[in-house]
């Protein structure tokens, strides 16, 4: 079955960087957009970026020019570099998969982004 296991998460100062990794397993990695979202405690998941199957990038505003999502389709992993992390940051960080044939749309357990002084 398909899975995605988020890892990298942690406790970081403000102006930080962290390195988010979404390892895949159980599917064709190279046919599925990805994507990470976010939660805050009490807040609505929130799409930060997204990476096609042809490559192509988009960001939320919050985070553009401070996160970078890439893809390695040999790995099956998508990466979130993310930089000059703010408190605003801070929530759980999801990595998501959406079948570009098929429409289908599979999620990761999470893991909890802190960035506090």
């Known amino acids: 079955q398909v899975q995605l296991v988020e890892s990298g998460g942690g406790l970081v100062q403000p102006g930080g960087s962290l390195r988010l990794s979404c390892a895949a397993s159980g599917m064709i990695f190279s046919i599925y957009h990805m994507a990470w979202y976010r939660q805050a405690p009490g807040e609505q998941r929130d799409l930060v970026a997204t990476?096609?199957?042809?490559?192509?990038?988009d960001y939320a505003d919050s985070v553009k020019g401070r996160f970078t999502i890439s893809r390695d389709n040999a790995e099956n992993t998508v990466y979130l570099q993310m930089n000059s992390l703010k408190p605003e940051d801070t929530a759980v960080y999801y990595c998501?998969?959406?079948?570009?044939?098929?429409?289908?749309?599979?999620w990761g357990q999470g893991t909890q982004v802190s960035v506090s002084s």
């Open positions: 990476v096609t199957t042809d490559g192509n990038t």
């Open positions: 998501s998969a959406d079948g570009r044939y098929s429409g289908m749309r599979y």
